[in-house]
């Protein structure tokens, strides 16, 4: 079945051009509220969240009218994290959660994103019969099933509350300092109160939202200023979110920035060392550093690759059984307490550990030397097909042969912006960057 609204998190776009406009988000909610309305009876919900961007209220007005027009009874949680609407789907007992961003991305963009009643993401197979819906258009309800919007306005509060839960009981933050950058997004309340609640001394940036500087140089995709904050205050450890707050890119005291696949090596390796690592099995994407894998294997561990987006980490997790995975990016999931990516509890997790080992972030942060990585991108136009050029294919299987036993390559289209994303890995400098320019440079051309 074809997809062509939906991408590898939900649908996504600039604000007021297709697919993201306030009609065909008023189509989207009222086909999401049929195809989750497709058992007759009983009562039906849908919570709704969103980040700070100015395009917020528009897209939450219209899924309103989309899904109350088919008979779903609306909960407005306002500004809260991503992993806040995957937990309070299935304590709320609602049918569908939507969050209502695009995460890391500027702040004239939005999206929406789809949980389960059991608060996970769709499936591909539900996300497509859900667009095949609003393809077709959906009857209405009648007028005396319209369904009923109500604002809920404890939710981020009994997120916090179930976040803080997360830790060992007892343990105190008291004497740490800590720099939390919250990207002027959804967690811009949430991750300082929880921090302070929990007893550290909070210095907090990226909290002053106004609906266009969300992830405006800021927030773990621009961590430097967060970076700088840490040293200019003394301060143990920086923690940085993305506008929806379901990823983390933790900075030590010395302002050194550390990703997602470090934080990742330190969890499996403490879990393991716990025996709560399931199987002894991290999964990731492909984009995570050769070297975590190199790390996890000295270990006795294994690295269960899949492709790019936090969601098929998820599936995998789910259907397998294992409770640890993430991306390189930031996406930290642990399924025992948690149905997504969730920064927050990630930066709570690492917090734990330095007071449990008395060790500094710089020591708890590196836990192996990343194998060499380059990633550039190419954007490209509605209706381009750079892959498919001859010259490309022929950089591309050269750049293979050079890599063999030395490294790695991976080219794909990215499934939330319209960008070629090239990266490769090897220990020889160099040729790591020979390659890599020869193939954007064939890519440029081609667009």
Known sequence: MTRDLF??????????????????????????????????????????????????????????AGLTSTGMNVLLL???????????????????????????????????????????KLSDEAESEIEAMVLAGVAPAQAGNIGRAKRIDDGRFRY??????????????????????????????????VLWELGAEV???????NGRNINDNCGSTKPHAAAEAVVAHGADVGICLDGDADRIILIDETGSIADGDQLMALMASR?????????????ATVMSNLGLERYLGGKGLRLERTRVGDRYVVEAMRANGWNLGGEQSGHIVMTDYATTGDGLLAGLQFLAE??????????????FDPVPQ?????????????????SVHSAIKHAEAQLVGKGRLLIRKSGTEPLIRVMAECEDDALLTQLVNTIVAEIEAAV
């Open 7 to 64: 991408g590898t998190d939900g649908v996504r776009g600039t604000a007021n051009l297709h697919p993201m406009t306030a009609e065909m988000a008023l189509r989207i909610g009222a086909a999401a509220g049929r195809y989750f309305r497709r058992e007759a009876g009983g009562v039906h919900r849908v919570v709704i969240g969103k980040d700070t961007r100015l395009s917020g209220y528009m897209f939450e007005n219209a899924l309103t």
């Open 78 to 120: 306002g500004p809260v994290p991503t992993p806040a609407v995957g937990l309070l789907t299935p304590s709320m007992r609602a049918d569908l959660g939507i969050m209502i961003s695009a995460s890391h991305n500027p702040a004239d963009d939005n999206g929406i994103k789809f949980f389960g009643p059991d608060g996970f």
């Open 354 to 367: 330095m007071v449990q080992t008395g060790q500094p972030a710089s020591a708890l942060a590196r836990r």
């Open 203 to 209: 210095i907090p940036l990226g909290t002053a939202p």
């Open 160 to 193: 916090q509350e179930r976040i803080k839960g997360s830790l060992p009981h007892g343990l105190s933050l008291e004497g740490v300092k800590v720099v939390i950058d919250c990207a002027n997004g959804a967690a811009y309340r949430t991750a300082p109160e």
């Open 374 to 390: 380059l990633l550039k991108n190419v954007r490209f136009t509605a209706g381009q097909k750079p892959l498919d050029a001859a």
């Open 271 to 283: 879990w393991a060392a716990e025996d709560r690592l399931k199987d002894g099995v991290l999964v």
